[in-house]
């Protein structure tokens, strides 16, 4: 009997450019009475159906583009006489979806550092139960991944994960709907003790894949303040506290280490927080720009951001600090003209965005325009063939529309065609080459622009267009560069390595077993925290 991880994908490169964390995260979870699983990430190359065994186990995660896909490597493995076990946001968002579509015999909600060991446990003795809620867990309870697994000549950037849950409400967004509002911070030496393991295997370039990197603004620190609210205050202050722990130990590590995050636009007004990412050796950002016009932030609730020139200004504030900016531009707003395709794309050049993203309005589950569309359609539903337009995610991708909620002023094909010249403008060799500049080295120049087409190609050339035979080509120039791209990326092992001697005392997560895992392993040794 195997245990067999799944990560699903339609496109395959055969390199990526970050590890898909949670395939690393269960690999933990997975009781180790059962052997290491057998970790299978379809964006690299899909899975051979022939490799999955009567009474296997099999663990897919989905996520609403994947969830197509997902379905269909479920209904591979319980034919072929295995358990089929879902999990991930789409998952935690459509249960009964998993269970009638992708064949699954149970569905793990929530969080699954806990609850996958204990959905395995029922596997092995035959009796799953349908749902395991596993709810929202506590910083101090999440794993650290099992990097030992990981192949290492096939990505580009190791991920960790600090901290979960958002803070905002953005209308297009789920993280908080399905991952809270609260933010659930892991004890910043777990995060160490990860990172250092993954420089001692070769890896200094370091996303850490939180929700939102900065949970706390100087505006909730003032309104908590001015409310006269002090066990907010303090509860607050203390989650800012521990960020900047955390920084101030990623500053002490190798000084070729590279880390990448996501932010709000706020974190533009806090000087002293981006100093200390700068010191840290956070290089970048993603940061949700959206909309560059009032009407365009007000539509997805998201106007705490500026527009304007006032946009610009606090996207060169990053800058100034040392913090290069991944821009992420919304089109298709209800607000959008045509000439705000050009109006973005004058901005993102004129701020100085380091790299950027421009993608198509899509309401995904769980979101509040999610559920306002829904409540549209529920009358008279569109349809795609036998399909809803409300269930996009269902429907062939050879035959799925581009756009789902229909624009007051441009068909979906003319903000498609629009959205795409966006992409090639910004992208294009002299503007990248500008760009590059901010790099130290002749070698990182050179990476730069591999990276910046290598992303285009992935995330444009094979998922905004809607010519086959144009996908089918950036799928191709995407497999090459992208295997040239990791070469860029290599570093040589650290072995000798070693985590700080922490002073006090604190248990990782990854020590600590449930009981239904087995036999509890021995106390593990004191760990402290730096004095420095």
């Known amino acids: 009997m195997s245990v067999h991880l799944v990560n699903p994908s339609d496109n395959s490169f055969g390199t990526a ?98 609850a996958w060991g204990k959905a395995v446990a029922d596997c092995l003795a035959g009796t799953p139960a349908r749902i395991y809620d596993g709810g929202r867990i506590g910083g101090s309870e999440f794993l650290a991944a099992r990097w030992d697994l990981m192949p290492r000549d096939k990505y580009m950037w190791a991920s960790v994960q600090t901290i979960r849950g958002c803070p905002k409400h953005c209308s297009f967004c789920s993280v908080w709907r399905t991952d809270g509002q609260k933010p659930r911070q892991r004890a910043f030496q777990s995060v160490i003790d990860e990172i250092v393991n993954l420089r001692r295997i070769g890896f200094r370039f370091i996303a850490l894949a939180d929700d939102n990197f900065y949970p706390v603004t100087l505006t909730d620190l003032r309104l908590a303040r001015e409310q006269n609210n002090f066990a907010k205050l303090e509860e607050l202050t203390a989650i800012r506290a521990e960020r900047f722990l955390l920084m101030a130990e990623l500053a002490k590590l190798p000084k070729d280490m590279v880390f990448f995050t996501q932010i709000t636009m706020e974190a533009g007004e806090d000087g002293e927080y981006l100093d200390a990412m700068r010191k840290a050796n956070i290089k970048g950002a993603l940061v949700g720009v959206e909309a560059v016009t009032p009407e365009g932030l ?185 295997k040239q791209c990791r ?14 001697a922490w002073e006090l005392a604190f248990s990782p997560a990854s020590t600590r077993r449930p009981a239904f895992l087995g036999r509890e392993p021995e106390p593990a040794p004191l760990v402290v925290i730096s004095k420095q």
């Open 17 to 114: 450019v970050i590890t898909p964390r949670w395939l690393f995260v269960l690999a933990a979870a997975t009781p180790s009475g059962v052997g290491d699983p057998i970790l299978i990430d379809e964006s690299l190359e899909q899975i051979n159906p022939e490799s999955i065994h009567a009474g296997d186990i099999v663990g897919i995660s989905v996520h609403t583009g994947n969830a197509l896909r997902g379905y269909e490597v479920g209904r591979i493995a319980r034919e072929r006489g295995a358990w089929v076990v879902y999990g991930g946001i789409h998952a935690t968002l459509f249960p009964e979806e998993a269970l009638e579509l992708g064949h699954a015999h149970a569905v793990v909600k929530g969080d699954g550092d806990i």
């Open 298 to 482: 007000k539509a997805v609730f998201k106007d705490f951001n500026y527009s304007g020139e006032a946009l610009a200004r606090q996207l060169q504030t990053f800058k100034k600090h040392g913090v290069h900016i991944l821009g992420s531009f919304i089109f298709g707003l209800p607000t959008d003209k045509p000439a705000t395709f050009d109006a973005t794309a004058n901005m993102a050049l004129k701020a100085g965005v380091t790299f950027a993203q421009f993608v198509m309005m899509t309401p995904f589950p769980g979101t509040v325009d999610f559920i306002r569309w829904e409540k549209e359609q529920a009358q008279a539903p569109e349809m795609v063939g036998e399909i809803p337009i409300t269930r996009y995610w269902l429907i062939p991708t050879a035959i799925r529309p581009k756009m789902f909620t229909p624009h007051p002023s441009m068909s979906s094909g003319e903000i498609s065609e629009r959205t795409q010249r966006v992409w090639d403008r910004f992208y294009d060799w002299p503007s990248i080459w500008q760009r590059s500049a901010c790099t130290p080295t002749l070698r990182a120049r050179v990476a730069f622009m591999f990276l910046s087409k290598l992303y285009r190609q992935m995330y444009a050339g094979t998922g905004i267009s809607t010519d086959s035979a144009r996908r089918k080509k950036s799928k191709t120039w995407a497999r090459w560069t992208a």
């Open 487 to 500: 070469k860029l990326f290599q570093a040589k092992p650290m072995p000798q390595l070693q985590s700080p």
